[in-house]
């Protein structure tokens, strides 16, 4: 042991070396985890996997798997020609009281003291830089959202298959909404220099089954965004309101889902209306979310925590929201999503059955524009149930496609002629009983002239 520290100590006097430790948590926090020991995690992963001879395995959830370097091993990375020796390590001892052992993660680095410049200067910024990017490219998109009493967000991991190539819509106002993301997405110097925070506002409006959540998921798919679905009916008040809108990450959409329905609109009284109700102090004490808490998050002066952000309501009517909750500036664009259209049905075939174009599409194309029919409705017929031991064909899906308009049209027709029917009746009853109310007039006279 005499000649090895001899050996080390003649080591260090002739290549001088300096160390940096990253501990797992920091210092002052054992709760809170070193943002640049995770990057460190990240950066090494790589590395780890390609050279390490012990390695250990977390799971990610899902099929993620993550490979990262095993206590006590070691692994060298090379930048600018500059050596770099990474270690893992985990100091224990006992610490409390009740005899439990404290365990401290740490990963060192240790390198030639003449790239120390290299290492401060440019190697640290280097793996900050690489983890993120990586961090990035494997991120998977969450879907959050919040339940009662709690001020917090829950997760699952957000896999959803729509995309704007399988959302049946009219292709010009398609095209129109996938432009104004793309710009919204690319245009962060443009806000910054009109002077406005980086959100969008769009309100999706539409009968039930026109594919407004649809459109939501292929939003988050094509910008690569978080969702954050907000329940306002299980939000307390403003300050719950706030502490989960403050909470949402950037690069996110915000979806409040019907808007009409929610506790929002019961609270949409004027300030007279309120004073005039005799319960509303207490109402206010209990739930006093109000619609000017949920606008000033909006575009108030909160909307400014946060870039990189957009918020979508959907409702089924918009002709109930307060104006001042759709007006421009805070809803930028408004979608309406109507019933399923010729162009909207080729989507849905191409995506359905694979079909471009078929013979029947003619009469399917007549059909529509006399029949209101949602495209959920539509899906719902082309949808090839796989579960059955013969697959039918396009053509039967079609021709079900027209009994199903042709069917409708008649009940509507029928529908309608038992009401001029019924109408007609009405009319004969009224005759009827007009021609009473003469008769017993005619009556009443007769007596008079007798008497
Ligand atoms: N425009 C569309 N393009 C493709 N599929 C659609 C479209 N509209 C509806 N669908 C299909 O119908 C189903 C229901 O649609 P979705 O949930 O998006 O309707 P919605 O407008 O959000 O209805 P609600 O108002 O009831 O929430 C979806 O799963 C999807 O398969
Ligand atoms: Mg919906």
């Known amino acids: 042991s005499l000649v090895n520290r001899l050996f080390a100590m003649i080591k260090a006097f002739l290549f001088p070396q300096i160390r940096i430790v990253i501990p797992a948590n920091s210092d002052n926090s054992y709760w809170k985890k070193n943002s640049f020991y995770m990057a460190v995690e990240t950066y090494l992963r790589a590395t780890a996997s390609a050279e390490a001879k012990s390695l250990k395995a977390i799971s990610k959830g899902g099929d993620k798997l993550n490979l990262k370097l095993d206590e006590n091993e070691s692994i060298t990375d090379k930048f600018c020609g500059a050596v770099m020796n990474w270690g893992y390590f985990c100091a224990r001892n006992q610490t409390n009281s009740h005899h439990e052992k404290s365990e401290k993660y740490y990963y060192t680095l240790n390198f030639s003291k003449r790239h120390r410049d290299l290492v401060v ?75 406005k925070t980086w959100k969008r506002g769009y309100l999706l409006y539409g009968p039930p089954g026109t594919g407004k959540s649809t459109m939501i998921a292929a939003m988050a798919n094509f910008l690569d965004y978080d969702i954050y679905d907000l329940e ?28 009409d329905c929610t506790a929002i609109t019961g609270d949409r009284k004027s300030e007279g209306q309120k004073k005039s109700d005799k319960d509303d102090g207490d109402y206010l004490k209990k739930n006093s979310l109000t619609l000017s808490g949920l606008l000033n998050f909006i575009d108030g002066l909160w909307s400014a925590c946060g870039e990189e952000r957009i918020v979508v309501f ?88 027209i009994t199903v308009l042709k069917k409708d049209t008649k009940q509507e027709e029928r529908g309608e002629t038992e009401e001029k029917e019924e109408t007609e009746d009405e009319k004969d009853e009224t005759e009827k009983k007009d021609e009473k109310t003469t008769e017993e007039k005619n009556e009443t006279e007769n007596e008079k002239d007798e008497t």
């Open 232 to 259: 306002l009916t299980a939000v307390k008040n403003n300050t719950s309101l706030r502490t989960l809108l403050t909470n949402t990450s950037h690069k996110s959409i915000l979806v409040i889902e019907d808007i």
């Open 314 to 401: 959907t409702t089924n009517h918009v002709d109930k929201l307060d104006p001042a909750l759709i007006r421009r500036g805070r809803m930028d664009m408004h979608i309406e999503l109507s019933y399923c259209s010729y162009e909207a049905f080729k989507v849905l075939a191409k995506n359905y059955l694979d079909l471009d174009s078929h013979p029947l599409f003619d009469e399917v194309c007549e059909l529509l524009k006399t029949k209101n029919i949602t495209p959920a409705d539509v899906a719902e017929v082309l949808i090839c149930n796989t579960m059955e031991s013969k697959v039918p064909g396009a053509t039967e899906r079609l021709e079900e496609l």
């Open 121 to 195: 200067g440019s190697y640290l910024k280097h793996i900050a830089e690489t983890s993120h990017e990586l961090n990035a490219k494997y991120r998977q998109k969450k879907l959050y959202t919040n339940s009662t009493d709690e001020e917090e967000w829950t997760s699952v991991v957000f896999k959803h298959p729509a995309t704007f190539d399988t959302l049946a819509m009219d292709t010009n106002k398609k095209n129109e909404i996938i432009n104004d993301l793309t710009c919204f997405r690319n245009s962060k110097n443009y806000y910054a220099k009109i002077g």
